[in-house]
């Protein structure tokens, strides 16, 4: 083997100075963005603290983030103390959109109504593009656009999305996002994650803190510490791409890149609706008999608005609903109180796995309910 030393950050197919660089194409075209308008670098929740640092900034007027109700939990604690960092009172600032009453998802309309009746003192709209406890696929072009209308910046993050859905960040007109690496896209706990600012910002939006690597690189290595900015989102890197994070990411995309994410979904759509079909021919009110466990649905159905996800409540307590699915070799995540996330991937899974799961989990409801 070559002896690299230092040579090993700027020789070779992947030299590590511009690791992230290497494979931005192929992440770009995931989201749908421009090369120039993604960034691979650090982790989600510090992504999406770097870009809130640029766009919110709130004034007497317009200060308000507004988000859907029961965002994850880092999202919530993010926003929280951003609005701390600017002395805001969070009941007054972070405005939050619930479902109607009896309802788990949101309304389209009830979104847009909030962002025209309150738009004037909403700074920033941050919602997920997929809400990672119903499964819902919000209309990110739709809320975009009322937002910017009304002179709001909008983000997404888009951690259960990428890799999901077909996104078009840069058609959308997306503000900004940020999203991970290591749900759909397979790249490991803690995996690279991704950072997106519209072209249209390159010049105008810059970033809060600043490291070498947002220093152009023609000149980054003359340490003359006169700071050349690098236009748009990858003047918001800080420092060295993280290589072996690079390595997995990297394999993945490639994986992808061979897929298509337009096969994919396609594939998806059928998976998730064969999945959605079973469940409610095996399971619903009106089919199970009357003592049965019945098994909801909560994603929506239409499939414009959800992934490949669906969330499922049952009739009774899930806690031996999942101790027998295990036993059964079903590892399933479960979401207090009530919530089982069954996702079948197009990537890996196949209509027969969802065949299987159906009837192991038949199994188990008569286990449980004997
Ligand atoms: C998974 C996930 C995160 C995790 O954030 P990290 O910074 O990568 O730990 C944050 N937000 C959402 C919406 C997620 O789904």
């Known amino acids: ?3 690299k030393g230092a040579y090993g950050h ?4 992947r030299p590590w100075i511009i690791g992230d660089e290497t494979i931005s194409g192929l992440m770009a075209d995931i989201v749908g963005a421009n090369e120039k308008e993604i960034a691979l670098m650090n982790g989600l929740t510090v992504n999406l603290h770097l870009l809130l640092l ?16 029961k965002a994850f939990p880092s999202d919530h604690y993010a926003v929280e103390s951003q609005l701390q960092l600017h002395g805001l009172n969070i009941e007054k600032s972070m405005r939050i959109i619930k479902p109607r009453e009896g309802e788990d998802t949101l309304r389209l309309e009830d979104i847009l109504e909030v962002i025209e009746n309150e738009g004037d003192s909403i700074a920033v709209i941050l919602f997920s593009g997929l809400h990672f406890y119903t499964g819902q696929l919000f209309n990110i072009p739709a809320i975009t656009k009322a937002g910017q209308a009304k002179g709001c910046f909008v983000g997404f993050d888009l951690a259960h ?6 996104l078009h960040l840069h058609d959308w007109g997306v503000d900004f996002a940020c999203w991970c690496s290591y749900k759909y896209l397979n790249t490991g706990a803690g995996g690279l994650a991704g950072a997106f600012v519209h072209e249209k910002h390159a010049y105008t939006i810059k970033p809060a803190l600043v490291g070498w690597f947002g220093h152009e690189l023609s000149t980054r290595f003359q340490m003359d510490n006169k700071l050349q900015l690098i236009p748009g989102v990858n003047g918001f890197r800080i420092s060295n791409p993280p290589i072996l994070l690079v390595c997995s990411l990297h394999a993945s ?4 890149k061979q897929a298509t994410m337009k096969a994919l979904r396609r594939k998806s759509i ?4 064969y999945l959605e079909y079973m469940i409610k021919q095996y399971f619903s009110q009106d089919k199970a008999e009357s003592k049965k466990t019945v098994v909801n649905i909560i994603t ?3 499939i414009a608005e959800r992934g490949c996800q669906l969330t499922l409540t049952f009739s009774i307590p899930i806690k031996h609903i999942i101790q027998e699915l295990e036993k059964r070799g079903v590892v399933c995540d479960k979401r207090e109180p009530d919530g089982i996330r069954v996702a079948p991937v197009p990537l890996y899974n196949s ?4 065949y299987k799961f159906i009837n192991l989990l038949t199994s188990v409801l008569g286990s449980v309910e004997t």
């Open 54 to 69: 640029s766009f919110f900034k709130p004034t007497p007027k317009r200060y308000k983030i507004l988000l859907e109700a």
């Open 270 to 273: 059928l998976l998730t609706g």
């Open 161 to 166: 999305a990428v890799g999901n859905v077909e």
């Open 351 to 354: 209509f027969h796995d969802v």
């Open 1 to 3: 083997m070559l002896i």
């Open 10 to 13: 700027s020789v070779g197919k």
């Open 253 to 256: 995309l490639e994986i992808f």
């Open 300 to 302: 929506p159905s239409c």
